[in-house]
């Protein structure tokens, strides 16, 4: 019989397992009403007492009701002990209530164990504490988890939004306030990969960054709003002429903007990453002029190759400022940017897949330069030297390079517009990626070509 | 309240388990609007002086001020500027009360180097019979003798003195008004009985756990988890709780980082960040089933400087998720079900209690409304945002619950005012010492202490008396 059911559980747990049976510990246990968990209690109590009059059993009460004190009425809510039930219910003036609140095997010196008993049921039955309570309050639903997207912004602004807040009323979420913050650090970079690296290294790069993007996407909701929220900054980063030059207009917006998106979703990337070596060029072009927009130690000015571009990009960097992810994001892009060349305003697909090397190194750099993504990234201009089999000659280019501050190995380079020439072969050092410069006339200081050392860490300062 | 209703049906779970038990459901969100957008601050600028919020202060109140001086005393009364003051002359003058305190800690003493003096030790009072009141307005400033309780006030009050100047340059006062009770509002309150459950200082992460039992307790009154059925529908009509502040303990407050070697105190956390996601744990049972209002205290994690700003969602993910848990400034103000509410979570009073020859904190708190200002003393001791279009401390609307929390005890009292207003003054003691909290009827203003107890080693009745 289901009576018969509880009386056994509660004598298993109260005189086998030795434990202290609250009423809230019972209720969550069973899956029953609070009020019958307390009526539970009690029958077993009676019963038990009758059978065996010499039960070792302890039994505390609740005892609620008015107490005078000091000239008014206090409501007083008390636990107490079977032996002061009757002195307390003497005290009180009127009863509202009296309900067996624990049963346990040894007598309690103080109350501090009913605590405890509670407070771990109620810990690991947070979601729904209040499934087996006498009220039901139809106010109270958690908010659906909203999308991550506005929270983006609110992210690089140092602070979450509700909808971040929302995403769950479990636990996760506290997992997930932090890491989202990550996932936004990464994703740009991986995004940005994507544009840096050839149409054919796309494949790999998509990989790379899928990769990099499904560490984040499972803690990150997608952001499927988001691009198409995003495709008007992109569209004004890239300018109308870049956007005709575009093969495919709004796919590379796309990824553009999830480049700027905090949390591109994983499906997303995958589809867009064949699209991404398009938008690569502009990509580029557009990442070097909002590096150095956005670089705030950089003391050159860029001839403006590309007027709309440069046009947007203020207002795209001012919004990018914002974030702090704009830095990463851009780092990520000089790095993973394929040797090719760009002609100013071209958003021709890069040519042949410099970067298979470039791709290999894209991840890694990116991750390096995660790390070293918040810091201050100069640009410094360097002399390349490669040797360029097409036409059987050595090519010098002066590059500019974004260094980090405080990574020396995450380095970017963009190539002046002097050099039309696209270099077939990356120059390649881990993390160096090269990357065309659209602006020209920058001078700058040139270094000795950066080897991974760290030494750079220390140059760097 | 609870007793009388719930007294029939006391001992109903006294028994074998019956049929399906009730599920009372809330009652329904209705009526409230969020009124303490004064307080809330959008850009803070401190480039501004702390002077342009007196210079404000005295123009909002001054017209208040003026007509309260007329009606007590004649409508011919010369009302004078300090400039335009003449020997001998009985005049009304209205202007900001500043003490000049011998015992207040200045920090340009402690710094200077004449004294080489020892920072003093913070005393439980600053008062000291050689304190001198002064009256200034816009241009000049006049000590004041006469009848004026010279402990009793405190710096930043706007008054109205009613004397004459002397021949030695001081001011005789003969009597003296403040801004009174502002005009009533109109109260449409629930015909049925409404509650609204005050705490304060629940004292999270204090590192012991008197109070941890006393506050599960109150969490399942509130959530009609405890109690029988009659209590449980009682509690239904719990229709809000306010957390008036001080949700961490002190102890919370800091890592000792200017005593102990950077070494040591790097790696730690912060023991507020602990309490915090115990708060967040009570406050998600709490949200599950009834509105929450929580207002920053002293020790919370939040500015400073009043009005305090809403601690932010994201340091309580799990009851975030929920609508019903609303972040709001200290002070706080709010229309619930037809009743205006307003209170904060004490600093106010505590900081005039240092000040002030007033020792019962719902003196002080009657004076502040009578004052009409929620916290004179700010910016003076107590930290204040530099506001310069507005002070948002006026009280301009009598409120019908004018609360402080984390009183030493609980008081209350129902004030009535001359043009009909009715204020329940309410002292919302500290959970953490006293195990109690304040249940407001909505319906007629009245206010019930109620209280938690477990029970310990050491007492013989297994009760633990309340404090009061």
Same mark, same amino acid.
């Given at each position: 019989?289901?009576?018969? #059911?509880?009386?056994?559980?509660?004598?298993? /747990?109260?005189?086998?397992?030795?434990?202290?049976?609250?009423?809230?510990?019972?209720?969550?246990?069973?899956? &029953?009403?609070?009020?019958?968990?307390?009526?539970?209690?009690y029958?077993?109590?009676?019963?038990?007492?009758?059978?065996?009059?010499?039960?070792?059993?302890?039994v505390t009460y609740l005892v609620?009701?008015?107490?005078?004190?000091?000239?008014?009425?206090?409501?007083?809510?008390a636990v107490v002990r079977e032996?002061q039930l009757?002195?307390m219910k003497?005290?009180?003036?009127?009863?509202?209530?009296v309900h067996v609140y624990s049963?346990?095997?040894?007598?309690?010196?103080?109350?501090?164990?009913?605590?405890?008993?509670?407070?771990?049921?109620?810990?690991?039955?947070?979601?729904?504490?209040?499934?087996?309570?006498?009220?039901?309050?139809?106010?109270?639903? !958690?908010?659906?988890? *909203?999308?991550?997207?506005?929270?983006?912004?609110? *992210?690089?602004?140092?602070?979450?939004?509700?909808?971040?807040?929302?995403?769950?009323? &479990?636990?996760?979420?506290?997992?997930?306030?932090?890491?989202?913050?990550?996932?936004?650090?990464?994703?740009?970079?991986?995004?940005?990969?994507?544009?840096?690296?050839?149409?054919?290294?796309?494949?790999?790069?998509?990989?790379?960054?899928?990769?990099?993007?499904?560490?984040?996407?499972?803690?990150?909701?997608?952001?499927?709003?988001?691009? !198409?929220?995003?495709?008007?900054?992109?569209?004004?980063?890239?300018?109308?002429?870049?956007?005709?030059?575009?093969?495919?207009?709004?796919?590379?917006?796309?990824?553009?903007?999830?480049?700027?998106?905090?949390?591109?979703?994983?499906?997303?990337?995958?589809?867009?990453?064949?699209?991404?070596?398009?938008?690569?060029?502009?990509?580029?072009?557009?990442?070097?002029?909002?590096?150095?927009?956005?670089?705030?130690?950089?003391?050159?000015?860029? *001839?403006?190759?590309?007027?709309?571009?440069?046009?947007?990009? %203020?207002?795209?960097?001012?919004?990018?400022?914002?974030?702090?992810?704009?830095?990463?994001?851009?780092?990520?892009?000089?790095?993973?940017?394929?040797? %090719? !060349?760009?002609?100013?305003?071209?958003?021709?697909?890069?040519? !042949?897949? *410099?970067?298979?090397?470039?791709?290999?190194?894209?991840?890694?750099?990116?991750?390096?330069?995660?790390?070293?993504?918040?810091?201050?990234?100069?640009?410094?201009?360097?002399?390349?030297?490669?040797?360029?089999?097409?036409?059987?000659?050595?090519?010098?280019?002066?590059?500019?390079?974004?260094?980090?501050?405080?990574?020396?190995?995450?380095? /970017?380079?963009?190539?002046?517009?002097?050099?039309?020439?696209?270099?077939?072969?990356? #120059?390649?050092?881990?993390?160096?990626?090269?990357?065309?410069?659209?602006?020209?006339?920058?001078?700058?200081?040139?270094?000795?070509?950066?080897?991974?050392?760290?030494?750079?860490? /220390?140059?760097?300062? | 309240?609870?007793?009388?209703?719930?007294?029939?049906?006391?001992?109903?779970?006294l028994?074998?388990?019956?049929?399906?038990?009730?599920?009372?459901?809330?009652?329904?969100?209705?009526?409230?609007?969020?009124?303490?957008?004064?307080?809330?601050?959008?850009?803070?600028?401190?480039?501004?002086?702390?002077?342009?919020?007196?210079?404000?202060?005295?123009?909002?109140?001054?017209?208040?001020?003026?007509?309260?001086?007329?009606?007590?005393?004649?409508?011919?009364?010369?009302?004078?500027?300090?400039?335009?003051?003449?020997?001998?002359?009985?005049?009304?003058?209205?202007?900001? @009360?500043?003490?000049?305190?011998?015992?207040?800690?200045?920090?340009?003493?402690?710094?200077?180097?004449?004294?080489?003096?020892?920072?003093?030790?913070?005393?439980?009072?600053?008062?000291?019979?050689?304190?001198?009141?002064?009256?200034?307005?816009?241009?000049?400033?006049?000590?004041?003798?006469?009848?004026?309780?010279?402990?009793?006030?405190?710096?930043?009050?706007?008054?109205?003195?009613?004397?004459? =100047?002397?021949?030695?340059?001081?001011? $005789?006062?003969?009597?003296?008004?403040?801004?009174?009770?502002?005009?009533? @509002?109109?109260?449409?309150?629930?015909?049925?009985?409404?509650?609204?459950? $005050?705490?304060?200082?629940?004292?999270?992460?204090?590192?012991?756990?008197?109070?941890?039992?006393?506050?599960?307790?109150?969490?399942?009154?509130?959530?009609?988890?405890?109690?029988?059925? +009659?209590?449980?529908?009682?509690?239904?009509?719990?229709?809000?709780?306010?957390?008036?502040?001080?949700?961490?303990?002190?102890?919370?407050?800091?890592?000792?980082? @200017?005593?102990?070697?950077?070494?040591?105190?790097?790696?730690?956390?912060?023991?507020?960040?602990?309490?915090?996601?115990?708060?967040?744990?009570?406050?998600?049972?709490?949200?599950?089933?009834?509105?929450?209002?929580?207002?920053?205290?002293?020790?919370?994690?939040?500015?400073?400087?009043?009005?305090?700003?809403?601690?932010?969602?994201?340091?309580?993910?799990?009851?975030?998720?929920?609508?019903?848990?609303? $972040?709001?400034?200290?002070?706080?103000?709010?229309?619930?079900?037809?009743?205006?509410?307003?209170?904060?979570?004490?600093?106010?009073?505590?900081?005039?209690?240092?000040?002030?020859?007033?020792?019962?904190?719902? =003196?002080?708190?009657?004076?502040?409304?009578?004052?009409?200002?929620?916290?004179?003393?700010?910016?003076?001791?107590?930290?204040?945002?530099?506001?310069?279009?507005?002070?948002?401390?006026?009280?301009?609307?009598?409120?019908?619950?004018?609360?402080?929390?984390?009183?030493?005890?609980?008081?209350?009292?129902?004030?009535?005012?001359?043009?009909?207003?009715?204020?329940?003054?309410?002292?919302?003691?500290?959970?953490?010492?006293?195990?109690?909290?304040?249940?407001?009827?909505?319906?007629?203003?009245?206010?019930?202490?109620?209280?938690?107890? +477990?029970?310990?080693? =050491?007492?013989?009745?297994?009760?633990?008396?309340?404090?009061?």
């Amino acid at each position: 019989m289901e009576d018969e #059911l509880y009386l056994e559980n509660i004598d298993e /747990f109260v005189t086998d397992q030795n434990r202290i049976v609250t009423y809230k510990w019972l209720s969550y246990t069973l899956g &029953v009403h609070v009020n019958q968990a307390k009526q539970m209690l009690y029958d077993y109590v009676e019963r038990k007492r009758k059978e065996n009059s010499g039960a070792q059993l302890h039994v505390t009460y609740l005892v609620a009701g008015n107490l005078i004190q000091n000239g008014h009425v206090c409501h007083k809510v008390a636990v107490v002990r079977e032996d002061q039930l009757e002195a307390m219910k003497s005290k009180l003036s009127t009863i509202a209530s009296v309900h067996v609140y624990s049963i346990q095997k040894a007598l309690l010196k103080d109350s501090g164990p009913l605590y405890n008993t509670d407070y771990d049921i109620v810990k690991t039955n947070l979601h729904n504490c209040s499934k087996f309570s006498a009220i039901r309050c139809d106010a109270a639903v !958690p908010r659906p988890v *909203v999308e991550v997207a506005p929270a983006q912004t609110s *992210v690089q602004d140092g602070s979450q939004t509700k909808s971040d807040r929302s995403a769950a009323s &479990v636990p996760a979420v506290n997992g997930r306030g932090p890491s989202s913050a990550k996932p936004t650090t990464q994703q740009p970079k991986g995004i940005m990969g994507m544009f840096a690296a050839k149409a054919a290294s796309k494949s790999q790069d998509t990989n790379k960054e899928t990769k990099v993007e499904s560490k984040e996407a499972p803690s990150v909701s997608a952001t499927s709003s988001k691009p !198409p929220a995003k495709g008007n900054i992109m569209n004004n980063f890239f300018g109308k002429a870049a956007m005709n030059k575009l093969k495919v207009n709004s796919v590379p917006e796309q990824p553009k903007e999830e480049k700027e998106v905090i949390t591109p979703s994983v499906p997303e990337a995958a589809p867009e990453s064949s699209l991404n070596t398009v938008v690569e060029k502009p990509g580029k072009k557009t990442e070097p002029a909002r590096n150095q927009q956005k670089d705030k130690k950089s003391k050159m000015k860029r *001839v403006d190759k590309s007027d709309n571009e440069e046009e947007r990009e %203020p207002e795209n960097v001012k919004k990018k400022r914002k974030r702090i992810k704009q830095l990463q994001s851009d780092s990520s892009d000089e790095e993973g940017i394929p040797p %090719p !060349p760009t002609p100013e305003e071209e958003k021709p697909p890069s040519p !042949p897949p *410099v970067p298979t090397l470039k791709t290999e190194l894209e991840p890694a750099s990116t991750e390096v330069s995660a790390g070293g993504r918040k810091r201050k990234r100069k640009r410094v201009l360097k002399s390349k030297m490669f040797i360029d089999d097409e036409e059987g000659c050595m090519v010098t280019e002066k590059v500019y390079e974004s260094e980090s501050c405080t990574d020396s190995d995450d380095d /970017f380079k963009t190539k002046p517009p002097a050099a039309p020439k696209q270099p077939v072969l990356p #120059l390649k050092k881990e993390p160096k990626e090269e990357r065309k410069n659209v602006k020209k006339g920058v001078a700058a200081a040139s270094r000795a070509s950066k080897q991974v050392s760290i030494m750079g860490f /220390f140059q760097k300062k | 309240m609870f007793s009388e209703r719930a007294a029939p049906t006391a001992q109903g779970l006294l028994s074998p388990p019956s049929a399906e038990p009730p599920k009372f459901a809330r009652v329904p969100l209705s009526g409230y609007t969020d009124q303490s957008q004064p307080f809330r601050l959008g850009e803070r600028s401190f480039g501004h002086q702390y002077a342009h919020i007196y210079a404000v202060r005295l123009a909002r109140m001054r017209p208040i001020l003026q007509e309260r001086a007329r009606s007590k005393w004649g409508d011919d009364i010369a009302l004078r500027k300090l400039c335009e003051l003449q020997a001998g002359e009985k005049c009304c003058v209205v202007g900001t @009360l500043f003490k000049a305190m011998q015992l207040q800690p200045s920090i340009l003493q402690e710094i200077s180097e004449e004294y080489n003096l020892v920072p003093q030790p913070p005393l439980p009072k600053y008062i000291d019979p050689s304190d001198e009141l002064i009256l200034e307005d816009e241009l000049q400033r006049i000590k004041l003798e006469g009848a004026v309780d010279v402990q009793k006030l405190v710096t930043g009050t706007i008054f109205a003195v009613y004397g004459y =100047e002397q021949d030695n340059g001081k001011f $005789l006062v003969e009597d003296h008004c403040f801004a009174s009770l502002p005009p009533a @509002l109109p109260r449409n309150g629930p015909s049925s009985d409404r509650f609204v459950l $005050l705490a304060s200082g629940l004292g999270l992460g204090s590192g012991s756990g008197e109070s941890l039992l006393s506050t599960q307790l109150l969490l399942d009154v509130v959530t009609g988890q405890l109690g029988a059925e +009659g209590q449980q529908s009682c509690a239904a009509h719990i229709s809000r709780v306010i957390l008036a502040g001080n949700m961490l303990s002190q102890n919370t407050q800091s890592r000792d980082t @200017l005593n102990k070697a950077r070494y040591l105190t790097k790696k730690t956390q912060a023991a507020s960040v602990e309490s915090m996601k115990m708060l967040d744990e009570i406050l998600l049972q709490l949200c599950s089933s009834v509105p929450v209002d929580v207002m920053p205290g002293e020790f919370d994690p939040t500015n400073y400087m009043l009005p305090q700003q809403p601690l932010h969602h994201c340091m309580l993910p799990l009851a975030s998720a929920y609508a019903t848990l609303r $972040l709001v400034t200290n002070p706080y103000q709010a229309d619930v079900d037809g009743v205006r509410f307003l209170g904060t979570s004490g600093q106010n009073v505590s900081d005039i209690f240092k000040y002030s020859s007033m020792d019962d904190y719902l =003196e002080i708190l009657e004076w502040t409304l009578l004052a009409g200002h929620i916290s004179p003393t700010a910016p003076d001791t107590l930290g204040c945002y530099p506001f310069y279009n507005l002070d948002p401390f006026i009280i301009t609307e009598c409120p019908h619950v004018y609360f402080c929390g984390n009183a030493p005890r609980f008081q209350s009292k129902l004030l009535t005012g001359e043009k009909g207003q009715q204020v329940l003054l309410v002292t919302v003691p500290t959970f953490s010492t006293t195990q109690t909290a304040c249940l407001i009827n909505l319906r007629d203003l009245s206010c019930q202490p109620i209280s938690f107890s +477990g029970f310990g080693a =050491e007492d013989d009745d297994g009760d633990m008396d309340i404090k009061h």
